[in-house]
């Protein structure tokens, strides 16, 4: 199994990014899934996890900004990311196979959002 995210980039404070997270194999495999960042200098930290029924958690910071969502037909894990701030810059993992708010096994390789004027 492998986890390939994408669509990081450079955006503005304020502006919006849409994180996708492509599972090789079967989404269904994994119970949950969610987002993981790291800062520079800083541990790796949830971001958001979501399980297949549909429950979610957030890490306080980012509550009323991001969502994150699942598409099963097409293998896909989403985070929205709205009203981005300086320090939500970080590189940014999807992973799968742990508990709502536990990682598990499965990385992917991690998409950098810098948010910055």
């Known amino acids: 199994v492998q986890l390939q995210a994408s669509g990081g980039g450079l955006v503005q404070p304020g502006g919006s990014l849409r994180l996708s997270c492509v599972v090789s194999?079967?989404?269904?495999?994994?119970?949950?899934m969610g987002w993981y960042r790291q800062a520079p200098g800083k541990q790796r930290e949830l971001v958001a996890g979501?399980?297949?029924?549909?429950?979610?958690a957030y890490a306080d910071s980012v509550k009323g900004r991001f969502t994150i969502s699942r598409e099963n037909a097409k293998n896909t894990m989403y985070l929205q990311m709205n009203s981005l701030k300086p320090e939500d810059t970080a590189v940014y993992y999807c992973?799968?196979?742990?508990?709502?708010?536990?990682?598990?096994?499965?990385w992917g390789q991690g998409t950098l959002v810098t948010v910055s004027s």
């Open positions: 992973n799968a196979g742990g508990l709502l708010r536990t990682p598990g096994r499965y």
């Open positions: 194999g079967s989404i269904y495999s994994f119970n949950n």
């Open positions: 979501i399980r297949s029924g549909g429950a979610t």
